[in-house]
Each structure stands twice: as C-alpha cells, then as structure tokens.
C-alpha cells in the first residue's frame, strides 16, 4: 500500500480517473489535468490527455442516443459494446457500426429482474465473465448463465462507483466506502487509511503487474501485490513489534495509538487491562515458532515473554500494599508517569452505580511495588488467567531446556495455583477480597 499526493508531485484537486496504458500510470484531477507516474515515488504533469485514452471513452452518438449517464462502458470483440448507464441500466451495441443499442434484460432462476436501473458498472474479468454492479447486488455472466451476489452471498457493500478485472479472475469494485475484491468465490473489503487515501474511490485500475490503483478525492493510492513466504511474513510483524508495540524493559505487548496516522515516530504507548493476556498470547506463538523452525530468536523472546508475565507475580509482592502469595498483576506502569490513582475511586463508584453493581470499589487500585519503581495494577481477571495457564505448559514444554529454566517455570505456576487452592478457588488480591471476575469454585 502506498500513498500519493502534494508532496509527491500531484495537484490538490482531487482526482477522478486512473487510467493504465503500457505499463504507464496515468491520472486525471478534477480541474482535467493529467498527471503519469515517473518513477515509484514522483508524478509529473503531462499536456493533453494520455494514449488510448480515447479508445476507452463512449462514442459522443451513443451517449446522446443514451439519454442517460454513462457509469462505465467496455467493449467485447464477441458482442460489442456493453454500457453500465442509469435509466434502464444495461445496454449492449452489438456491432462497431450499428448505431443503436439494445437494452438488455437479465433475469435470474427466481424470474427476478437485475439491472433494471442505475447500473454503476461493467467489466469483463481474464476469464472472459462479464460482470455489472448496482445498488441491488452484483451479477456475473457465466458459460451457465448468470449468477447473482447480494449481502446474503457476503457482498460487503453496494454503492459501487467502476468495476476493474485482475490477472488471474478476479475483480475489483470501487465504492463509496472503499475496495470491495471477489477472488476464487471469496468477497475481501479493504476500507480505511491502512489500504486507501480515502473511502471514497472515485476511480480503479489494475495494472499488469496486478497492483490495484485507486483515485480519490484527497489522492492517488495503490495496492500493491506483492508475495512473500510465511517465514518473511512473519519477520516483518516480528519488526514492527520489537520497534513499535513492546512496552518498558520487560517488553509487554498491548495496543498503541498514533496521534498522526500511518506517523510511528510519534507512537503512544499504554498499559491496558490485558497486557498479560497480550504477551502470553506472543510468548506462545515464539514457542510454537520455535519449536517448528529451531530459530533462536523465537526462543529469546520467549524467554522475554516467560521473564515479563513472571514479574507480574513478583511485582505484587512487598511494598505498602502486599497481594498474597502467587497473585498476579493486570499490568505494571512506571511510577515516574502520572498517578493512575488519582481521580480512580470516584470513576469507580460512577462506573459500580452507573454500569456494574458488583463492581469493586476500593484504593488503591494501583499500589506500588516494594522497590518504588512500579505501579501494579489489581482486580485481575480471568482473562489473565487463561493467558497465564495456557503461555506456560507451551514455554516449559517446547522452549525452557535447563534444569534452572523449568524450575523457575515451575515456581511460578506452583504459586499460582497455590494461590486459588488456599483461596477456596478464588483470585484474591491485597484487599483481602475476590477480584470482580476472580471466582472459579465450583459452586
């Protein structure tokens, strides 16, 4: 995925048209300027209108004979010319030198008309199917006859603005709420900044490398395809989250937030209620990775994942406000951030009287761990838990090879559970009580 606009040579009118011609990229802003991509990174103006361009317009007699505005039109070397128009939709101009059209009717095994009105577009795919758009669904002319795909055959969205064909089958749908791709029977959606500049496509093309070029109103984008192993798959995301989403020394994995999207030089960071689940959830894809390939760096960071969820019950111990043996922590923040007990207890009691009834009501829910370096944060819950026991037999199993590594393993699972036994099955934290979602006894 990659963006352009301003800063890579285009103008600020918006763009409506993307045309792709050779192996050359061409796109049209509002104002009829044309622009063609230079190189991977820089566009450039060019004067009058690309090549083949015209080849691509409908013929100024057939618009007029219309009476109707054309959506998108395409021609066929077996059956002419098939027009995506509204007032009637769908129309056919069966020879180059005929100079009417006739309507055509599509009808399905229910006897149920389509493409009746306001058909927002037409292509023909590489398999040589024909396929129309509008607002009641998309239909797909097969060597069988045609078959239909409405919400209930999993079409995500229905205001179509051009339809663009693939390589291999598949097809591309512009729409006033982003991408919508069929591939092998299969509906994909791509919405939003990760995949487009802007929800609204106002124009798509793919290219003969198959990459999906859209235009729209804040720029041009592209959607590159782009192959890669699951080993390389896999080293990508293990980048981004050793630079961008660990969080303090012990490297727990919860979400981040971008005050500037797509800007990860300026990404905040923040503990969450299920940073222990988060990194369990990691630490027990490192060992399955390991376990699999034998890479040493999978194992280190399971090792790092076993270090920072072990802290989470040592961190609970000491200090002025001591959890019994074996209990565990939400999370842990620094304590030279601001005090996340301030303000804390009036939120909950708003929170138990407004929202939950049982919810706990006490301080502080934060205490600090006996070197003063830590906040913890208390009331755990099952969630916890379920990452916890299910990180650990993976670890022990599959990554922990020295005696002092599996007993350390065992130490702490052993004071866990101790824990909920002398409990009578409960998680209780330095209150003295059961936390809100702590209790497992079976009565």
């Not at 339809?163 to 029977?185: H, M, P, Q, Y």
């Not at 699951?230 to 293990?238: G, I």
């Not at 209990?327 to 909950?348: F, H, K, M, Q, W």
Request: charge should be negative; hydrophobic fraction near 35%; charged fraction near 25%.
């Amino acid at each position: 995925m990659q963006f352009f606009d301003a800063t890579s040579g285009l103008g600020q009118e918006g763009f409506d048209t993307i045309h792709v011609h050779l192996g050359t990229v061409h796109a049209r802003d509002k104002s009829l300027q044309w622009y063609h991509l230079k190189d991977d990174s820089r566009w450039e103006t060019q004067p009058g209108v690309p090549e083949a361009w015209e080849t691509t317009l409908l013929p100024a007699f057939l618009k007029e004979s219309l009476s109707a505005v054309v959506h998108q039109a395409i021609r066929r070397k077996e059956d002419g010319c098939w027009i995506a128009a509204t007032s009637h939709g769908l129309y056919v101009q069966p020879f180059p030198e005929s100079l009417s059209m006739q309507r055509m009717l599509v009808q399905d095994a229910l006897g149920r008309q389509w493409a009746t009105h306001d058909v927002l577009g037409i292509t023909q795919d590489s398999l040589g199917r024909l396929w129309f758009a509008t607002r009641a669904g998309v239909g797909c002319q097969t060597s069988t006859g045609w078959q239909f795909y409405t919400g209930e055959d999993g079409l995500p969205y229905n205001e179509f603005t051009q339809i663009s064909a693939g390589l291999r089958g598949e097809v591309w749908f512009g729409t006033t709420k982003g991408l919508v791709r069929f591939r092998n029977g299969q509906w994909g959606y791509r919405q939003g900044k990760r995949w487009v500049p802007n929800d609204i496509i106002q124009s798509v093309q793919v290219d003969h490398h198959g990459h999906v070029w859209v235009a729209t109103q804040t720029g041009i984008g592209v959607i590159r395809q782009q192959t890669m192993t699951l080993s390389e798959k896999a080293a990508h995301y293990e980048h981004e989250i050793e630079t961008y989403i660990k969080r303090t020394p012990f490297g727990y994995i919860s979400e981040v937030t971008l005050p500037e999207a797509g800007v990860k030089e300026r990404i905040q960071y923040h503990d969450s209620d299920n940073d222990g689940l988060w990194t369990s959830m990691y630490g027990a894809g490192e060992c399955f990775a390991f376990a699999a390939t034998g890479n040493q760096d999978a194992a280190r960071r399971a090792h790092q994942a076993f270090r920072a969820l072990a802290f989470l019950q040592e961190v609970t111990q000491g200090g002025s406000h001591p959890a019994p043996k074996g209990y565990v922590a939400r999370t842990i923040r620094s304590t030279t951030l601001p005090d996340p007990n301030d303000g804390r207890l009036e939120r909950d009691k708003r929170f138990a009287k407004e929202r939950d009834s049982l919810w706990k009501v006490y301080e502080p829910r934060w205490p600090v761990s006996a070197d003063g370096k830590w906040y913890w944060k208390s009331d755990t819950s099952s969630d916890e838990l379920d990452g916890h026991f299910f990180f650990y037999p993976l670890y022990y199993d599959l990554v922990a090879q020295t005696d002092d590594e599996k007993m350390a393993v065992r130490k702490v699972v052993a004071a866990l559970m101790d824990h909920l036994i002398l409990h009578d099955f409960q998680l209780v934290d330095h209150t003295g009580t059961v936390t809100r979602w702590g209790t497992y006894r079976p009565e």
